[in-house]
């Protein structure tokens, strides 16, 4: 029964400068203020409150093999160890929450760091604990279950989890076999943390000169700056530098994902599956082919994305080739929108307004009591996510926030997460609130739709709508077209694995450059993919969470399909999405999103998307065609010339 519920969501952000907080580089953790800076003591007062419960829980787990070999004798003895599994995996969720966000406020130091292992032993050690229970209820039979639900009230919230075990017969081993694999669980996480200290902490980023002769350290936050800034010379040498300075690590970037490619291909064989793919989705029932249709989906519509490339090429006035390094820049130089922290919660609170003043309430409380760990500062780990794994607390959100439209996106992107994690646990029991991560992505991508909508209906002048409306565009690039491609690259890097053919950095680069080539139009030039491009994949950390990627691509278009229907008023819709946000995982992922109304086993939603997709380039290009209005600011933010 282990449920680790932590939540990581896309970084969409691309930023130009630093907001009114955080200026220049200087990103000293404690110059931010207290209210920008989630508070860890609503889970635990202290580190010392932390490891005096860890103590407690650790001293508890072995109580769980008292019901060894009595599962079977009554349905009481069943529910008595399903209750005490779920509490014990309660109790170790809320510990890894401290632990892990602890550490992700500063990955340098060594104390969290510790914490955050000493939370993975424990976790594997709770799985060994508990690895008879699912060999167990398969030996008690189908049959037997069917009864026990019925005969004991209290198992019905174990109802779909021990239906499910049944389903996973053949893929459960014997109960000493499962518990060499829970206790495995450790080193089944070295590849993604040796990744995430390198490329967070240790890793020597490339320092660089800009035009304007300012010094910039491209590492993470840097390359994000630095890739936007107008000056195009300036784009094309940060981006060279750090793709470069990354691949200057390929050996040792290829090693660490040979290592998770390969531990997906040892737990894969040992649980009988035919193949990586194929373990990975059968946990959330999630058909093979739902995965396949998204990659052949998309190649067919790479014509509408080579379209958005040469928009995007016409509105920057770019007359050679298009780079690969022209695809950050702003769309209409004469608009840089930037907000502060309170003009984005402004915006987003009113662009929620179509789900009902109870959903707006607890975003308030989100903002109010410091949820989110809003800036970046010096060790930081980079990107942003929403955790919802302190069940009886409530979700956290940490960002790297720095003033751009992008971020306020980023920031209403991860209040859908928050808002599914905080309706799932306060709405079910703890063993049905964590929803499956195939959805996961569908409540933050339908908040952006709310956002981007809500500004449209904002603002009328031709420029910043056109920003806008190429903001969309610059989503749907980032999570359908962008995520797509790194899914078939995962596919691919895993299929070379199962046929024995060696997963090295430089195998890796050819296979990534191949792929990237194709989708942005390379040899037809409709974008030129340089050759440095191809070392970006040791860039992405989604990779060392085995086929996750193209979850954001299905939640986008999924999100587009349910988002269009509340947008124009349907309440049945509306009602229909807030069950789903307090749905957890009652039923399997395809099932939840067929009850809040759209099908991913069709090509719909995608060709759903691609034809708004479509409409919105339409619009730009007849902006683009109109006569050009006087130039007007609005308030939606502060306008920069």
């Known amino acids: 029964m282990l449920r680790r519920q932590v939540r990581a969501a896309l970084t969409v952000a691309g930023v130009v400068g630093m907001s009114v907080l955080m200026t220049g580089q200087n990103r000293d953790r404690m110059a931010v203020a207290d209210r920008y800076k989630w508070n860890l003591a609503d889970i635990y007062p202290s580190d010392a409150a932390w490891r005096a419960e860890k103590e407690r829980v650790t001293a508890g787990l072995p109580t769980l093999r008292a ?10 003895a069943l529910a008595d160890a399903l ?11 809320r510990l890894f929450v401290y632990a892990s966000m602890l550490a992700d406020q500063d990955t340098r130091a060594a104390g969290p760091q510790g914490m955050q292992q000493e939370m993975q032993q424990l976790y594997a050690n709770f799985g060994a604990q508990a690895s008879y229970i699912e060999p167990e209820v398969l030996r008690i039979g189908a049959a037997t279950v069917e009864t026990f639900l019925t005969a004991e009230p209290r198992l019905k919230i174990y109802t779909f989890y021990l239906r499910d075990i049944v389903r996973r017969a053949a893929h459960t081993l014997t109960d000493s076999e499962e518990r060499i694999l829970a206790d495995a669980g450790p080193l089944a996480g070295s590849a993604s943390n040796i990744y ?11 320092t660089i000169t800009l035009s304007t002769g300012r010094r910039l350290k491209v590492d993470q936050s840097g390359y994000s700056e630095i890739r936007t800034v ?25 090693t660490t994902m040979n290592s998770e490619v390969q531990k997906v291909s040892f737990f894969a064989k040992s649980r009988k599956y035919g193949s990586n793919l194929e373990v990975s989705l059968d946990g959330p029932h999630i058909p093979i082919g739902v995965y396949t249709r998204l990659i052949d989906g998309v190649n067919r519509s790479l014509p509408a994305f080579h379209r958005y490339l040469r928009l995007r090429k016409k509105m920057m006035g770019i007359t050679g080739d298009l780079h690969y390094y022209d695809l950050y820049a702003p769309l209409v130089s004469s608009v840089n929108l930037t907000y502060t922290p309170e003009e984005a919660e402004k915006h987003v609170l009113a662009a929620t307004g179509p789900l009902g003043e109870d959903y707006q309430s607890v975003v308030r409380r989100a903002f109010n009591e410091r949820w989110i760990d809003l800036y970046p500062s010096e060790g930081k780990r980079s990107g942003a996510y929403s955790n919802g794994g302190a069940y009886d607390v409530h979700p956290y959100m940490l960002l790297n926030y720095l ?3 992008n971020d306020v996106s980023t920031l209403a992107h991860e209040l859908g997460h928050t808002m599914q994690s905080y309706y799932s646990n306060t709405t079910q029991p703890y063993a049905l609130s964590n929803y499956p991560i195939f959805v996961a992505e569908v409540a933050s991508t339908f908040n952006e739709a709310l956002l981007i909508e809500y500004m449209l209906g904002q603002i009328k002048d031709t420029p910043t709508r056109l920003s806008l409306l190429g903001n969309y565009l610059e989503g749907l690039k980032a999570t359908v077209f962008r995520q797509t491609q790194f899914a078939e690259f995962e596919l691919r890097m895993h299929e070379m694995a199962e046929k024995g053919q060696p997963i090295t950095g430089e195998a890796l680069a050819t296979l990534y450059l191949d792929i990237t080539k194709r989708y942005y139009g390379h040899d037809q030039k409709i974008c030129i993919v340089d050759d440095y491009v191809a070392h970006e994949w040791s860039y992405i950390p989604h990779f060392y969470r085995d086929f996750y990627v193209f979850q954001y691509a299905t939640s986008f278009t999924a999100a587009e399909a349910l988002a269009t229907k509340v947008l124009a008023g349907d309440q049945a819709a509306r009602q229909r999405y807030l069950a789903f946000l307090g749905a957890g995982g009652s039923q399997y992922a395809i099932d939840l999103l067929k009850d ?7 090509d719909e939603p995608l060709d759903l ?13 007849k902006l683009l065609a109109a006569p050009p209005a006087p130039a007007r600011r609005r308030a939606q933010g502060r306008a920069i010339p």
């Open 609 to 621: 998307t691609i034809a708004r997709m479509n409409r919105v380039m339409d619009e730009m290009e």
């Open 196 to 206: 995430g200290i390198l490329s967070n902490a240790d890793f020597p980023y490339p």
């Open 67 to 76: 019901f060894e070999g009595k599962l079977g004798s009554s349905p009481q």
């Open 403 to 405: 003033g751009q439209y």
């Open 83 to 93: 209750e005490q599994a779920s509490r014990l995996d309660k109790e170790l969720s």
């Open 230 to 254: 107008a000056n195009r010379e300036d784009r094309r040498k940060g981006m060279s530098a750090f793709f470069t300075a990354l691949g200057s690590f390929s050996r040792t970037f290829g």
């Open 596 to 602: 809040a109304g759209v099908d991913m086993t069709t």
